[in-house]
């Protein structure tokens, strides 16, 4: 249940503005990279949709091709410039270790794919950086998802966080207290963090915020009171926070019932990847869109289920200052 404390917070929070947050977080992303929030010069976070239906072939799998050019085409909008290239080096410096957060717990069928990762790893190299590390929670996770382990290598590395395993000491922020694992916290200088647009059963929805329960040695702790506050609270970890600089979402498929496992039935060709520095605003976009398609469907709402991502408010609280979901704040771009 929620205390008259939090309630208050949330409905306080919208009024409470997001200069202050964001002028802290530009102060902690140096040499010019780009903070995760407010995106745009008018102070509002920027959200982009980007769709093709040409990114499948007839028999349903995916055109690289084409992928890339929706990637490419996703990355000018979100940071307004006239190339990819230029995007990406508002979001990475040559000489730094990149590591690619996929998410793949829902296995082959709804898990990050491979041909995303590969698009983004090309125009990591494009940009200067060497070093890419593709990890998840377990090896046996990524394999599942069609990714080959690869723990020692030059260049391109991938494996799952029971290679190097977690920080002795607890990371801490409100009720989490969480060791990290140690690819996020030794290896890894930057985070890009490449969630999934899907259905969580008991947290209402997981995405951008969701997905750094990947980093973390206990998050079955978490899920209680539908994952808030605690979705917010390990997202706000300080080596999560200090390092993801980068959401791009999959949304190639969607599915809006029965996650975060794998299921079918409850699946839909959304064609489209979600772009955005700041994970709150995304994860609101991301939620809405699974509401309509819910309704569109005859389901019941999340809020009827009891399980309405109320998370989702509490990482744009003053608390956690982790971006914003008030619409007014964010500028949705489809393209």
Known sequence: MLTKKRLRTRRSFL????????????????GGMAAPWPATE??????????????????????????AKLLDRGM????NCDSPL?????VVRPGEVVGLKVNCLGGRGNATHPELVEAISERLRQAGITEIVVWDRQNADLERARYKIVERASGLRCFGNDTLGFEDNLSTFGQAGSRVCRTLTQVCDAVINLPVLKDHGIAGVTMALKSMFGAIHNPNKYHSNAG?????????????????????????????????????QWMWPFNGLLVARDPVALDYVGWKI????????????????????????????????????????IEQVEI
């Not at 000018?76 to 940071?79: I, L, S, T």
Request: one cysteine or more; a positive charge; charged letters at 25%.
């Open 76 to 79: 000018q909008a979100a940071f």
């Open 42 to 67: 008018s102070n509002r976070s920027r959200v982009v949709i980007a769709r093709d239906g040409k990114i499948r072939t007839a028999g349903s799998s995916l055109d690289s091709a084409e992928l």
């Open 228 to 264: 808030d506050p605690y979705v917010a609270d390990v997202f706000a970890l300080p080596p999560v926070r200090q390092k993801v600089r980068l959401h791009i979402c999959d949304a190639i498929n969607g599915q809006y019932e029965g996650g975060p496992s794998y299921m079918p």
């Open 15 to 30: 009024k409470q503005g997001f200069s202050l947050g964001g002028a802290l977080w530009a102060l902690k992303v140096g």
């Open 86 to 90: 230029e995007a990406w080096k508002k």
């Open 290 to 329: 699974l509401e309509k398609k819910r309704s569109e469907m005859g389901a019941k709402s999340f809020a009827e289920l009891h399980r309405e991502p109320h998370y989702i408010l509490t990482a744009a609280d003053p608390e956690h200052r982790l971006g914003t979901c008030d619409p007014k704040h």
